[in-house]
């Protein structure tokens, strides 16, 4: 299988000078096909419907377009809408004191009624934000006077300001656009208070975001972003050396629209630079606890398949080291997640002892292991439009092979494997945690739901104790309970095995030497597009 990899990376160079030789080999530059006050960026997919509280759209798309009330950032919540806020002595009341002076794009004031409008806009379509638990907390919000609202929850909830600060639902869409008076149907345009307006969209081919001059922080330096639609890969790559796009990120499904061979080759090239965010999420594969009859049930199995994984060599000849190892469910840098875990190395000897105790026997010549008449065999679902899955897929298929499991692997649509993943109908498949400005509480509590991990984590023996702990831990007031209640949780699911991880994943931003001011938010979904400026 390394030898493969080691083909395959090699006719990838080759294409990459190929592909150099079409075009003259040289790369032209940005800056010349390309003016510096517009950043054009490829993206596999439509900016889609730009509704802010729904989920179709592009978040990278709405990020720009659309605020909320507070802002996730490393050092914690800071204002964004909302200059200041209190919180009432039960942790059930938050008062926001909101910024003066703010428009939305379409000249509407933005103030309080206006946010009542949209949140309460948000909790008419309750079962559609279900995912996210600060919609089941809300009571009412109310506008005290122009400029101050009143949220109330039911209970104390202490992620609230971390939900509220997320891309959606809890952001801002001027009230002129909603339809039937809500937005749940529907809205007749999208206009909000951030940075770029919305001033071109023609589908499955480009969306122009233009600055918006009267913008509260400061008009943007960059007049103009435009997001076209592109095949990932060979297109992608080819628009880039012509100067047709001049910016390429990771999109909002983790994937890069070129490999990290032709990311190499365009930096090489003097014209572009290839900055990376910290460590965003983890890559894992998810093992359904709960399916009747698979082997993936015994946590024997699943901690088999955790040491048959290779992640060096993945990290290295599949991500070509930039995606770091992982050895648990979050990275250190996630609040809550720096617990001391078992450590489960890259270990075939041990994976095949594991196995043998639990009564998984090699018989008759066979290469796949038995007990009691069935068969250890499994399947595992990829995403059929990720290449690097693919890759991970076939290469973990070789590995587990060699201690006896038999790993069949089916490519789907990502819509598909999402439906698996709600329904319990898969034995394992691919997929991520939230992303740092989400977790750990997102992702944890998505253990809780039928749309998310409840097939995963439910058939674990002590299941009934870790919903105990993940209700506990999101009304907790108390930062110390908070601390030892999370601890309890991550190490529930390591010992499990339910949460296979393989790599920490980041955002890699492709962009012009000559931009300036490139920096991440806590999120992999977006990018502070206002804070860049040509040079």
């Not at 080759?265 to 606890?289: C, F, H, W």
Request: hydrophobic residues 35%.
């Amino acid at each position: 299988m390394k030898k493969r990899l080691v083909v395959l990376l090699s006719a990838l160079m080759i294409t990459s000078v190929l592909l150099a030789g079409c075009s003259g080999g040289k790369t032209e530059s940005a800056g010349e096909s390309i003016k510096g006050t517009e950043l054009i960026y490829a993206t596999a997919k439509d900016i889609n419907d730009m509704n802010p509280h729904l989920y179709a759209g592009s978040i990278p798309a709405q990020g720009m377009v659309y605020e909320s009330l507070v802002e996730n950032t490393k050092d914690g919540i800071k204002p964004m809408l909302a200059e200041s806020w209190d919180i009432s002595p039960d942790g059930k009341t938050y008062t926001f004191h909101l910024r003066k002076g703010v428009t939305f794009h379409d000249g509407e004031p933005f103030n309080a009624e206006a946010v009542k409008k949209n949140i309460e806009a948000v909790q008419s379509n309750a079962r559609k934000h279900s995912w996210i638990k600060l919609s089941t907390k809300i009571v009412s919000v109310n506008a005290a006077d122009e400029h101050t609202v009143q949220l109330v929850l039911s209970e104390t909830y202490y992620p609230t300001l971390l939900e509220l600060a997320m891309t959606r639902p809890y952001a801002f869409l001027s009230p002129k656009d909603f339809s039937n008076g809500g937005t749940k149907d529907g809205i007749k345009g999208y206009n909000g208070t951030g940075p770029y307006k919305l001033a071109e969209h023609k589908t499955d081919q480009v969306a122009v975001f233009k600055a918006n001059e009267s913008y509260w922080g400061g008009v943007p330096k960059v007049k103009k972003i435009t997001a076209k639609v592109l095949p990932a890969g060979e297109t992608t790559f080819l628009a880039l050396q012509k100067g047709e796009v001049n910016f390429i990120f990771t999109d909002d499904r983790g994937a890069d629209n070129i490999d990290v061979q032709a990311m190499k080759k365009l930096a090489d090239s003097g014209d572009y630079q290839i900055v990376r965010s910290e460590p965003m999420n983890t890559k894992m594969i998810v093992a359904n606890s709960s399916k009747a009859g698979s082997p993936v049930q015994e946590p024997a199995v699943r901690e088999a398949i955790w040491h048959s994984i290779d992640r060096e060599t993945i990290s290295k000849q599949i991500f070509n080291g930039t995606e770091t190892p992982a050895n648990a469910l979050f990275s250190s840098n996630v609040n809550y997640a720096n617990v001391e875990l078992k450590k489960r190395g890259y270990d075939l000897e041990t994976s095949k002892q594991i196995l043998e105790k639990a009564g998984w026997i090699l018989e008759n010549g066979s290469e796949v292991r038995s007990k009691a008449g069935n068969k250890l065999s499994m399947k595992l679902y990829y995403d059929a439009n990720s290449s690097s899955q693919k890759t991970q897929a076939e290469f973990i298929q070789n590995n587990v092979k060699k201690i006896g499991i038999g790993l069949e692997l089916v490519g789907e649509e990502s819509s598909s494997i999402a439906k698996r993943r709600s329904t319990g109908d898969y034995d394992l498949l691919f997929n991520q945690t939230w992303g740092l400005a989400y977790d750990p509480q997102s992702t944890i509590a998505a253990f809780t739901s039928e749309s998310s991990y409840y097939h995963t984590t439910k058939g674990i023996a002590n299941a009934a104790e870790l919903y105990k702990k993940i209700d506990d831990v999101m009304v907790s007031a108390d930062e110390k309970t908070r601390q030892s209640l999370y601890a309890d949780i991550l190490r529930i699911v390591h010992d499990e095995a339910v949460f296979i991880p393989i790599s920490n994943g980041n955002v890699t931003i492709v962009a012009p030497k000559s931009l300036h001011g490139i920096s991440f938010k806590q999120t992999q979904y977006e990018l502070p597009f206002e804070r860049m400026y040509f040079e």
